[in-house]
């Protein structure tokens, strides 16, 4: 069966025209969107949903409605109210990447991929949704959602992510020459609302009769995916430091890598063996009789499990460690990722038991 681009287009436009999803950072039909809030919204939507995405893109662009006002904010802030959203980079480049338009650009983002391109945190995904949505230029932004429609249009067999190059391809083929970023978000609609994963609701899509996957069957069977790995499990110790005076350490990650730049409770590094409590000492971050608290403290990032030990100790009121001492209510207050709340949780539990 042979796809005619035309008639996809044509179909998938006129479709969207009616079931368009009403997002905040969309503008209504016929007006331009405002490219700040495209960006913030695919830097936001990168990993994780919509649903999710909503009531942070509400709080950032209430808090920092333009560009130059996010790229004056203190970056602790930033990284407090992207709290939740995971993956810590993307907010610290959020940050950087405001601050170049501000200063570079007079606050204007470039209208080019290859100019996206050169922004902090913006990779080919991104820089080609900004110049289609936000600029109207012929780019193919291809996301999860857009992978699975046209992988089912056109029966894709090989697997990902070997198939990635093909489908970016066979995906281009289909852009318009007009309303390409109309054309993009058709594309991300129908995966997320018709497309469906699991059961795609083909008898309500506008693309099935040009669409190979539909005539194929089965459907749900495309994208086809390389059997998965396992991933590997990880382990740490943790410690739990608490003064006198009831504050407890914590300190700051690198500036690069994982959590990059974000809080945390010392800790051992994390490696693939597990620790002897003689091993774990060596990273003690001040003197303190350690005791192991019950339980451990599980932790799934994108690559690995992270399994942690806590080991707690109270130390003299003068103890200095090299970090800040907190008082554990007011731990909300710094950019804490959820490993760490999890470990907090853990660590005042165990003092209660
Ligand atoms: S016909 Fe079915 S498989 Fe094909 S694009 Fe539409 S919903 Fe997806």
């Known amino acids: 069966m042979s796809l005619s681009p035309a ?23 016929g007006r331009d969107a405002d490219p700040y809030k495209v960006w913030l919204s695919e830097i936001m939507l990168q990993q994780t949903t919509v649903a ?15 560009v130059e006002a996010l790229a004056a904010a203190d970056l ?33 983002f470039p209208d080019t991929e290859e100019a996206l391109l050169r922004l902090p945190g913006i990779g080919v995904y991104t820089a080609a949704a900004i110049a289609a949505i936000a600029f109207g230029r012929k780019a193919t932004p291809v996301d999860g959602n ?9 029966e894709v067999d090989r697997p990902l992510p070997g198939a990635r190059p093909e489908i970016q391809r066979l995906a281009g083929q289909l852009t ?20 469906a994963p699991r059961r795609p609701r083909c008898g309500d899509c506008p693309l099935n009769a040009e669409c190979a996957g539909y005539a194929s069957g ?20 943790v410690f739990w430091a608490e003064r006198a005076d009831g504050s407890v350490l914590l300190r700051r990650r690198p500036e690069t890598g994982l959590l990059g730049g974000m809080m945390e409770f010392p800790s051992t590094e994390w490696r ?26 599980r932790h799934t990032f994108t690559h690995f499990h992270l399994e942690m030990q806590v ?17 554990p209510e007011r731990l909300g207050e710094h950019a804490l990722p959820t490993l760490m709340k999890k470990i907090a949780k853990h660590a005042r539990g165990g003092y209660s038991s």
């Open 7 to 29: 008639n996809c287009r044509r179909r998938l436009l006129s479709w969207y025209d009616k079931e368009r999803r009403d997002l905040p950072w969309r503008a209504p039909p």
């Open 52 to 66: 999710t995405v909503i009531p942070y893109f509400a709080a950032f662009t209430g808090r920092w409605p333009r």
């Open 76 to 108: 602790d802030d930033v990284l407090h109210l992207w709290q939740g959203l995971g993956y810590y980079a993307r907010a610290r480049n959020l940050h950087a990447c405001a601050q170049v338009v501000a200063r570079d650009h007079g606050g204007r």
């Open 146 to 154: 857009v992978v699975r429609v046209a992988a089912r249009l056109f």
């Open 176 to 195: 318009p020459d007009r309303r390409a970023g109309d054309f993009a978000q058709a594309m991300m609609d129908l995966g997320a609302t018709v497309c």
């Open 218 to 237: 089965h459907p749900e069977s495309y994208p086809v995916r390389a059997s998965k790995k396992q991933k590997p499990t990880r382990y740490g110790v």
């Open 272 to 297: 693939l063996g597990s620790w002897t409590p003689e091993e774990a000492m060596a990273s003690a971050p001040v003197d303190a009789r350690w005791r192991r608290l019950r339980g451990d403290v």
């Open 311 to 327: 080991l707690a100790g109270r130390t003299s009121k003068s103890a200095a460690g090299s970090g800040i001492w907190c008082a």
